[in-house]
């Protein structure tokens, strides 16, 4: 019985067999370093499960798949069967010259494992004949410094028409510091080697290498469809006629990874005063305002504009902290051309005190790599004016009142001596007072039990309510968004509630600055210091008190 029972599981595990089929190709035979080759598995089955196909490339790498599905129906044996043949299609890229070896290929299907045998195709360095689509990328330099600005152009050269190019892989140039831009679709006529070609800029870099050596310049995957016509010749009524016919069809293309040679900046005979700036650049520095007084602000520009990585550039300070307080500077990359830029940075001081700030010399230098040595640009810093005082004097009224309330009488000399010029009495400390220590606490007591009493005795009392302060621990963006939408007047944004209070400019300055850097700190994860000002904190509270 067990030999009837494993007969028949052998039967059937070879009608189940017979029932499913692969087929698999790796086509061309020979390809091109940087070229493609395609793996199509033809899995032939029953209708039902959709089969799991595997295997393992050498020398090569998977780029792109696709699959298609068809099925027909037919009588076999008195009964309906469906058969389906899914198709499914790799795209390979070689990795270098030699085999690439496709092993291990698998088809699981229904729980039955179909093996096929092992592919492979040759990869050469040049066709034996010129090649319909390349790509290929260009670099503007062989050879740069570290910093240096070099522009990498990705082309894709085609004989026949192509249309609808996706970029699959970007290039990573992990050793760049890089811009970049997809140009428009436009396509020019070049001669390669002897042989007219098509071209059209795919992608394009100006990249900043980080460090000196031999670097890479990765590689492009690009998909794109062309045309693939077949001509035929027909003899009607005697004459011969050719019709062209065709569809697209779908190419993948990678470009070669390419080399660039960077040299390390010279170390000797570096300024003090060097940026990191790699190329030619100019300097332009504007003050608009160059007398104002205590507590006002000054503003200044400074423009940089160049070929090196300007987003590298470090501000550079203008003034020290003697006659001013300065706030974090404002900057912004703005675009001059599709690759070019500038870079603006704007400051803001106030004034402290007053004085004459004398007019200096700031001294900025790049490395220039066609002289190959280092260039020095003056900075000019024009005279500044600070009118006023940075600080309040007391006058003969204010230190009256001092002495007075310490129980002092300031008395001339001139009083002393002739008591008949006295102005007016002169009364004892003690016998000034109003009331003593237990009427006061009597007074007291009585206004809590009034308090008590009469609740809405509270609403009288503390009615002019100070506004609460802004306190150390609330001083985050939460604290200070809260801070300001309960106590500063309506408007459509933060800003326009500082800017619209009644607080003088140097305090105004020092709350647009603190909100800014909150909010750097919350939405861009930035990690700025958050400056509690007393002076600035209780000077809203008195502004505030007083428009309330």
Do not use: C
Not at 19 to 30: N, W
Not at 152 to 169: C, G, P, S
């Amino acid at each position: 019985m067990k030999v009837i029972k494993l007969i028949f599981l052998v039967l059937w595990s070879t009608l189940s067999f017979a029932r499913a089929s692969v087929e698999a190709t790796l086509s061309p035979g020979e390809v091109v370093l940087g070229d493609s080759l395609s793996v199509v598995v033809k899995v032939t089955h029953e209708a039902g499960d959709d089969p799991f196909v595997s295997f393992v490339p050498v020398n090569a790498e998977v780029i792109g798949k696709s699959e298609s599905v068809s099925t027909r129906a037919f009588l076999q044996g008195g009964k309906l069967v469906q058969e389906r043949v899914s198709t499914k299609t790799y795209e390979l890229q070689p990795v270098k010259l030699g085999y690439v070896h496709v092993r291990q290929i698998k088809v699981d299907i229904e729980g039955s494992v179909i093996r096929h045998r092992s592919l492979r195709a040759k990869v050469v360095k040049t066709a034996k004949k010129a090649k319909d689509f390349f790509l290929r990328a260009e670099v503007s330099k062989e050879e740069v410094f570290v910093g240096e600005a070099v522009d990498v152009n990705y082309y894709l050269y085609f004989k026949r028409e192509t249309t609808m190019h996706v970029i699959k892989k970007f290039p990573l140039l992990k050793d760049f510091l890089k811009r970049f831009e997809i140009p428009r679709a436009q396509r020019e006529r070049v001669n390669v080697g002897g042989e007219l070609y098509y071209r059209q800029l795919m992608y394009k870099a100006r990249a900043y290498p980080q460090k000196s050596g031999e670097v890479k310049i990765d590689s492009l995957t690009l998909e794109f469809k062309y045309a693939d016509y077949n001509r035929r010749s027909r003899d009607i009524f005697g004459m011969s006629m050719q019709f062209a016919s065709g569809r697209y069809r779908d190419r993948t293309l990678r470009s070669p990874v390419e080399k660039l040679k960077v040299l390390p900046l010279p170390v000797e005979g570096v300024p003090a005063s060097f940026t990191g700036l790699v190329g030619k650049h100019n300097f332009n520095l504007t003050i608009p305002n160059t007398k104002v007084i205590v507590n006002d602000a000054l503003e200044a520009r400074l423009e940089v504009t160049g070929e090196g990585a300007l987003e590298k550039f470090d501000p550079v300070r203008l003034f020290d902290e003697t006659y001013f307080e300065s706030f974090d500077p404002k900057t912004e990359v703005a675009e001059i051309s599709a690759l070019e830029t500038k870079k603006i940075i704007d400051y803001t001081f106030l004034a402290q005190k007053s004085g004459e700030v004398q007019k200096r010399v700031v001294e900025l230098s790049y490395f220039d790599p066609e002289k190959r040595e280092y260039v020095i640009k003056e900075l000019q810093i024009p005279q500044v004016n600070i009118f006023g005082s940075g600080s309040k004097s007391e006058t003969l009224s204010s230190t009256q009142e001092k002495a007075t309330k310490r129980g002092a009488v300031n008395v001339p000399t001139s009083q002393k001596a002739d008591g008949l010029k006295l102005i007016g009495p002169i009364y004892d400390n003690e016998r000034s007072r109003l009331f003593n220590i237990n009427t006061l606490n009597y007074l007291l007591g009585f206004i809590i039990l009034i308090a008590i009493l009469f609740p809405g005795i509270k609403e009288v009392l503390f009615a002019k309510r100070k506004f609460s302060t802004l306190s150390k621990k609330n001083l985050n963006y939460k604290g200070i968004h809260d801070y300001l939408v309960a106590y500063f007047p309506q408007a459509p944004s933060l800003r326009d509630r500082i800017e619209n209070s009644a607080l003088p400019p140097a305090t105004k300055l020092y709350f647009k600055d603190l909100l800014a850097k909150a909010e750097r700190n919350e939405f861009k994860n930035e990690k700025n210091s958050l400056k509690y000002d007393k002076k600035h904190i209780k000077e809203a509270i008195r502004v505030l008190n007083e428009s309330r």
